[in-house]
């Protein structure tokens, strides 16, 4: 019999996602949703699918994912978030290696980004690993960092060859949002992990993200959304060292 799977999710204030994202979650054995106490609808959707919905304080991504996985009951966890869907394509092949025997204990998932009314194939965002999103949780482990949270592995990592689509922003607007919460975030993990800030930086490094984007990961080959992105990541890339420069000042 092939082992059951655990299917996680983080969520606050994601009302207008959370429904297709659970929807694409129905074929796991068990769902679970832990909720930053969001002030929308989303913990009500949430408990339209499943009963194993949690409240958690936000204290950083990476031990909101760890609390997670800590409420799951079995071993394999295939974890979602709420920008995200999982197609029937990779629910079918992490079914196949449930049923053959994995030949890894955490697996790298490709990810399809939707943003500006296409795919975005280049400019970095395709195929936009970020933790492994299919593993066993005997094995591996999230580093409690603010965001952009790494992983402690003890085994051997994979890859599927199936796909999550991730709809991250819905339009500029809503990245300007977000940008403003992870660059607040990212500038504070920078201080505890001793960070300095130097003048340079508010320079050098946006124009390094934006032709890093634009030119070396060819992302002009994505047309004006490519252009647009780049600009965006660049300009988020700025404020994360003002805030970073801000935090220093105000000690």
Not at 45 to 73: C, M, P, W
Not at 93 to 108: H, K, N, S, Y
Not at 207 to 222: A, C, E, N, P, S
Request: hydrophobic share 35%.
């Amino acid at each position: 019999m092939a082992p059951k799977v655990s299917a996680v999710v983080i969520a606050y204030n994601d009302e207008p996602n959370i429904r297709p994202c659970l929807e694409s979650l129905k074929w796991a054995d068990e769902l679970i949703v832990v909720d930053s106490h969001s002030t929308d609808a989303t913990e009500t959707i949430s408990r339209e699918y499943t009963d194993k919905v949690f409240q958690h304080e936000f204290s950083g991504f990476g031990k909101l994912r760890n609390e997670a996985v800590a409420h799951a009951t079995h071993g394999w966890i295939f974890s979602l978030d709420t920008d995200e869907r999982a197609t029937e394509e990779l629910q079918r092949e992490i079914r196949v290696q449930l049923e053959r025997g994995p030949d890894a204990q955490a697996f790298f998932v490709p990810r399809r980004n939707y943003f500006l009314g296409r795919w975005i194939k280049r400019s970095g965002w395709y195929p936009d690993y970020r933790q492994p999103q299919f593993f066993h949780k005997d094995h591996m482990r999230y580093q409690e960092d603010l965001v952009h949270e790494s992983f402690q592995l003890d085994g051997r990592l994979g890859y599927l060859h199936s796909h999550v689509e991730q709809y991250p922003f819905r339009d500029v607007d809503q990245y300007l949002m977000k940008m403003d919460r992870y660059s607040t975030l990212m500038a504070e993990e920078m201080v505890k992990r001793g960070r300095r800030f130097h003048a340079h930086q508010l320079l050098s490094h946006p124009l390094f993200t934006f032709l890093k984007m634009y030119v070396l990961r060819r992302g002009i080959l994505d047309g004006k959304p490519g252009l647009i992105l780049a600009g965006l990541y660049a300009y988020y890339t700025f404020v994360k060292y003002a805030k970073l420069w801000e935090i220093h000042r105000n000690g």
